[in-house]
């Protein structure tokens, strides 16, 4: 998979300014400008300018995913795709708060927030869903992960319907792909999902212009 492939769209900046790295932890401007001295790691950055994204009728929203996402799916909500793909997102709030103790007493798993899973489970079939959460607890793919750094997506203001859903890995520049990273993403493409890499670019800081 050629990580400089575009698609799925995003319409956001991948352009970044003012890289600080202390020990393995890299931090840029969240602003696509560099004109804002508010900073955050790489995927923070990403998922900041796609919730600040403006489209008349449409909010776009997201999350970060752990790598644990799809066991943490199965543990909290059960292994039946068919089960999950009929709550609500009410229902899936309730089950967050009866499953937290559960998640995090098994090696810290953990959940995005209800809307989020809610958004994730609605732009999946009910055999996609189930195929993504058979592979994860297999015990061919025990140890490994993959799983995107992000979900990412938009919502009508009018109807409240999800119109997109991308699952997005970001990476720095010249930050290679695990090998369990490039085969989540194919096989995620492979079913439909729309999955893909933001490989950030990073540029000097523009000089700010002195006042007269």
Do not use: C
């Amino acid at each position: 998979m050629k990580d400089t492939n575009i698609k799925p769209s995003l319409r956001i900046s991948h352009i970044v300014y003012g890289r600080i790295a202390v020990g393995n932890k890299v931090t840029y401007l969240i602003a696509p400008s560099g004109a804002d001295e508010k900073r955050a790691i790489p995927e923070t950055v990403v998922l900041s300018r796609w919730r600040k994204r403006k489209f008349p009728g449409y909010v776009f929203s997201g999350s970060r995913l752990s790598s644990t996402f799809w066991r943490a799916i199965a543990l909290a909500f059960g292994a039946d795709a068919r089960s999950i793909s009929k709550l609500s997102q009410e229902e899936i709030q309730q089950v967050l708060e009866n499953k937290r103790n559960i998640l995090k007493s098994n090696g810290f798993l953990t959940l995005p927030n209800a809307e989020t899973l809610h958004a994730i489970i609605l732009i999946s079939s009910t055999n996609r869903l189930q195929q993504m959460i058979d592979r994860h607890i297999s015990e061919a793919h025990k140890g490994k992960s993959g799983v995107p750094d992000l979900f990412l997506f938009a919502r009508s203001v009018v109807d409240k319907k999800i119109t997109m859903g991308r699952f997005v890995e970001v990476k720095k520049p010249e930050e290679p792909l695990s090998k369990a990273q490039i085969e989540e993403l194919h096989f995620m493409n492979s079913l439909g999902f729309n999955a893909r890499v933001l490989r950030l670019i990073e540029r000097v800081q523009p000089s700010k212009k002195s006042k007269s």
